[in-house]
DNA sequence: CAACAAAGTTGACCACCCGTCACGGAACTG
DNA sequence: CAGTTCCGTGACGGGTGGTCAACTTTGTTG
């Protein structure tokens, strides 16, 4: 029928963007603890069975889901760190990019999980170290600390409320000088 | 029968215990996720419907669980802070426990919640910045990205492994200095 | 093109779980 | 010792998770 793609292919991936579509919907509207199996594939054309032949788990879907999202998001999260000349433009525009796109997937995933972007953020990293702008430190493990600090952060905005460009400074702040005061 | 504690408030305290104990149990065994309701209530002489006048959901328990234990570990995760000369040592005992203690409790709740300690670690930031060890930052927001990183650092030393005496030195220094090249 | 094989969807089915509730017995009261 | 309150019990209805035999559709082969 339709070019190289045969028919039975295309369907499959119909049926999975199907699943992932009611997925989101499900978890935008019930949350993700209350969605069930069921739920979900009642928000399809699909029968039950089918969603196995796709997913194993809703732990899956979540994955998934995540992923999907994470990778949309990717560029808007990196943006503004290559450029960056400085280490406190860096950190800058990683916390408030951190800040935005968790306030605006929130509805969906209440906690996406940006450890995908955590490959990127680290090889930011390096290039930073390389042209001089940080210290050389262990790049993972100050990609892991910056991305749960923040992580941590913005959920303390979305529950206490607080201003994202006020939390942005401060998170900057710390990490740029650290807490000892200096000699 | 017994001294001032009438009969009725004695087992309604050694029932929720038994709850308690046996929810420990199964989750050392099966994991969290994979225990149920009933699997917990069969782990103790008690019936179904028992376990309803204590807890509203297994997430209920969770909490509970990790508060009894959040609570017997405060002594250990403060320890060490409020004798320290330098933020140095504060930063290296606060650091080095939360790595121990995660470590050790890591079979029964795969991720002890250490938020309990959370008003502990702040105050203890406050009385730090009050004896100059520190800039006076943000405490609130100082204390939530510190449990974070140290969260996320710990669960790295759990999965990748590695060797907690560095991570401890590495997350030592990034926090007293941060990122910035001395000018 | 007709026959066949492979792939994949369907929905009923079973075991089990959740949360409830009427019942009954034990603990307190006076 | 009656009367009352409290609370543990276990069966029950509604629903879920994951499976699977039957069926339909797609791709293949001579």
């Known amino acids: 029928m339709d070019a190289a793609i045969p028919k039975r292919q295309r369907i499959k ?73 400085t280490a406190e433009e860096f950190l800058s525009a990683f916390f ?31 290039d930073a170290v390389a042209r001089g702008l940080f210290l050389p430190l262990d790049s993972s493990a100050l990609a892991a600390a910056l991305l749960a600090a923040a992580d941590e952060i913005a959920k303390r905005l979305a529950t206490d409320g607080g201003d994202a460009a006020q939390a942005t400074a401060a998170a900057t702040l710390l990490f740029l000088r650290g807490i000892q005061p200096p000699v």
Chains 1, 2 share one sequence.
Do not use: C, H, W
């Open 13 to 85: 991936q119909r049926n999975r963007q199907s699943i992932l579509d009611g997925a989101r919907r499900v978890f935008a509207e019930q949350g993700y603890g209350a969605a069930t199996i069921r739920d979900i594939i009642r928000a399809t054309p699909l029968a039950a069975g089918t969603f196995y032949n796709y997913f194993t788990s809703k732990e899956d879907v979540r994955l998934a889901l995540n992923a999907e999202m994470a990778a949309a998001l990717r560029p808007r999260l990196s943006e503004g760190r290559a450029q960056a000349a």
């Open 96 to 126: 408030s990019a951190v800040f935005a796109v968790k306030a605006e997937t929130g509805t969906v995933l209440e906690a996406i999980d940006l450890r995908a972007g955590f490959e990127d953020l680290r090889t930011d990293l390096e």
